[in-house]
Structure formats: structure tokens, C-alpha cells
């Protein structure tokens, strides 16, 4: 059975950092694409960070330059860093995997879901 847990989120002032953790069990890392979402108070869920099965990182334009994906394989753990946070960033980030090879932006592409952790950024 696979878990996908979050932690790391909480409150910040714009311009400050943020890293986001995803422990994983029973998914093997490097099998498919895992990502990070986002999602704000009624929109669905956007992807803003991908990593393929080759280590390959995608981000949305919103993010890029300023969040990093990474995961330690020997931990099984995905990482999020975020840095610049402005208030638009603020919402519920979920971590999510696949278990097919391509990554997608789309919610539909990923068969596993964390519970998700707040970011709040204040301005």
C-alpha cells in the first residue's frame, strides 16, 4: 500500500523559504513521475513542480526559479524548496506519484495522494 505524507508547511512572510518534505512508503522512487500540486480555496489542484523517472524537473511558470524538486532515493523522501514565497504562493500543497513515466501538470496523470500541508504567506 502506498502512503505519500507531507509536512513542512506553515506560515511565512513574503520573501522567506519554505521546504516541504513528502515521506513515501511502499512506492519505489525513480518508477514513475512524483510531484507537488497546489491547490487554491475552491480551484483544483495544480501541478507546479514534476520530477520524472530520469530525475528530470519540470515547473510551472508561477514557480519556476524560485521552488526546487528533489528526492533523496535512499530516504524515500520528495522534497519541495521554496524561496521568494510571495502570497499568491499561499495554499494547500499536496505530493503526488505516478506510476507511469511521464509526468503530467494534470491531477489526473498521478495515482497517489498525500494529505496535503498548508503554506500561508504573508505579506
Known amino acids: 500500500q502506498v502512503q505519500l505524507v507531507e509536512s513542512g508547511g506553515g506560515s511565512v512572510q513574503a520573501g522567506g523559504s519554505l521546504t516541504l518534505s513528502c515521506a513515501a512508503s511502499g512506492y519505489t522512487f525513480s518508477s514513475g513521475c512524483m510531484a507537488w500540486f497546489r491547490q487554491f480555496p475552491g480551484k483544483e489542484r495544480d501541478g507546479v513542480a514534476l520530477l520524472d523517472g530520469d530525475g528530470d524537473t519540470y515547473y510551472s511558470r508561477a514557480v519556476e526559479g524560485r521552488f526546487t524538486i528533489s528526492a533523496d532515493n535512499a530516504e524515500n523522501t520528495l522534497y519541495l524548496r521554496m524561496k521568494s514565497l510571495k502570497p499568491e504562493d499561499t495554499a494547500m500543497y499536496y505530493c503526488?506519484?505516478?506510476?507511469?513515466?511521464?509526468?503530467?501538470?494534470?491531477?489526473?496523470?498521478?495515482?497517489?495522494w498525500g494529505q496535503g500541508t498548508q503554506v500561508t504567506v504573508s505579506s
Open positions: 503526488a506519484a505516478s506510476r507511469r513515466w511521464a509526468c503530467y501538470y494534470n491531477i489526473r496523470g498521478y495515482d497517489y
